[in-house]
């Protein structure tokens, strides 16, 4: 197998993740601008989030599944071109419906991206090498989200919503030819035979085992509680709860998404090197996550940056360690159940994700209806994040003890 060849495949797949999660993040600095545009409350801004996330969930499974049985580029292609056609469909919406279509489009085909590109991976690379590409998609992925954060602002304020936007989609139209044609499922034909059992096997399988689990439970507590402040709900937050402006939020969401893509690397390299130590670093970071959110919840603002900047840092930090969930989900399964399980274990971020992001758009409102101060509504808002982390923090650690094992019965390719 050539090595560059390998790495040819994995980046064409790599840049269509970075695709999806600029588009999965662009709300994150247009948040205040949507609501505006569609005359929406926070509930209404948080529902394209949580719709977008829900189909992305909810497809998690089958994708997975159909990874496993049809390959990546189709599947590759598909989400692509349902992402192109999102986000024209949002450039030129003008009333809600119309953009929750458009977003619904984009949540559809950014559920068909990261699972297939893990799948490139789990094709072309030998598994010992799996967590550091999958880390290293985490990070192609980070690059995306920061092209969503302040680039995004600018081309938003520089060309207007409808020509951003437009732009994205014809990108993403581009790249969708370039995969169709250039990109290959694997070095060699991927054998069918074993990846023909019933969807409900594989995924009976894949659950009963403990390592997909704490792998499901590992990126529901870190990936989640990233993806709920990045997503929509971190720029309102810093603007209403931090007094900071709409360019001073922007750079402070650019000072988590760097948290992800530095720590990312190294969360990739610790668990190729050294899988024992993935169960302490994933406690580890959960703890730090929690404690993060306490900070942002409890501790009223406006925080000097001096201390809002590392909490921020380390809410991305976290997130960059969730990508051992797809390593501790592979290494327990057998290879043709590595789709279901990477789409069980992705599932739990995204769910996370969902709950939260409508859970504190709903608190917020009505705390807002009650005559609650505003700084202290959004502040508080942010309890269903923390609570949320702190119970995927104990039943992650009630299964840490999986984490440095790798499973025999998995044939290392």
């Known amino acids: 197998m050539s090595a560059g060849r390998a790495w040819l495949m994995w980046g064409l797949g790599a840049l269509c993740y970075l695709t999806a999660l600029f588009h999965r993040m662009s709300l994150s600095v247009a948040g205040l601008t949507a609501q505006e545009r569609f005359s929406i409350d926070a509930t ?25 049985r049809f390959g990546p580029r189709r599947l590759l292609s ?6 192109a056609a999102g986000s024209i469909v949002f450039a030129v919406a003008e009333a809600y419906p119309a953009a929750m279509a458009g977003r619904a489009l984009i949540g559809a085909g950014d559920a068909f991206l990261f699972v297939n590109v893990l799948r490139l991976a789990h094709n072309w690379f030998p598994g010992h090498r799996y967590a550091l590409v999958a880390a290293l998609t985490g990070i192609i992925g980070g690059l995306g989200q920061l092209i969503a954060t302040a680039p995004l602002a600018a081309l938003l304020t520089g060309f207007g919503w409808t020509s951003a936007f437009l732009v ?15 990109l290959r499922d694997g070095p060699v034909a991927v054998e069918r035979s074993a990846s023909e059992e019933p969807l409900r096997v594989s995924l009976r399988h894949a659950w009963r085992n403990r390592g997909t689990r704490h792998a499901m439970w590992t990126h529901f507590t870190l990936m989640g509680a990233f993806v709920t402040f990045t997503a929509v709900l971190g720029q309102p937050y810093l603007v209403h709860a931090q007094e900071r402006s709409s360019s001073e939020a922007s750079a402070l969401l650019t000072v988590v998404v760097v948290g992800f893509v530095l720590v990312g690397t190294i969360a990739g390299q610790l668990g190729s090197r050294r899988p024992s130590s993935r169960g302490a670093l994933v406690a580890a970071s959960a703890v730090v996550s929690v404690l993060c959110w306490a900070v942002l919840v409890v501790v009223p603002g406006p925080l000097p940056v001096a201390v809002l900047g590392p909490v921020l840092f380390l809410i991305g930090a976290a997130g960059a360690v969730s990508m051992l969930a797809f390593d501790l989900a592979r290494s327990a399964n057998h290879g043709h159940q590595a789709g279901v399980a990477s789409g069980v274990a992705n599932m739990g971020g995204f769910t996370f994700a969902v709950v939260a992001e409508l859970g504190a758009g709903v608190l917020l409102d009505e705390l807002l209806r009650h005559g609650v101060d505003v700084a202290l509504a959004y502040r508080l808002s942010f309890l269903v994040a923390l609570v949320m982390g702190l119970a995927g923090t104990v039943r992650l650690l009630a299964l840490n003890s999986h984490a440095g094992v790798r499973s025999p019965l998995v044939a290392v390719p």
């Open 78 to 83: 598909l989400g692509m071109a349902l992402m």
């Open 168 to 182: 994205a989609g014809v990108v993403t139209a581009v790249l969708l030819v370039v995969v169709g044609v250039a």
């Open 44 to 68: 209404g801004l948080a529902a394209f989030s949580v719709v977008q996330l829900v189909l992305y969930a909810l497809l998690q499974v089958p994708v997975g599944a159909a990874a496993d």
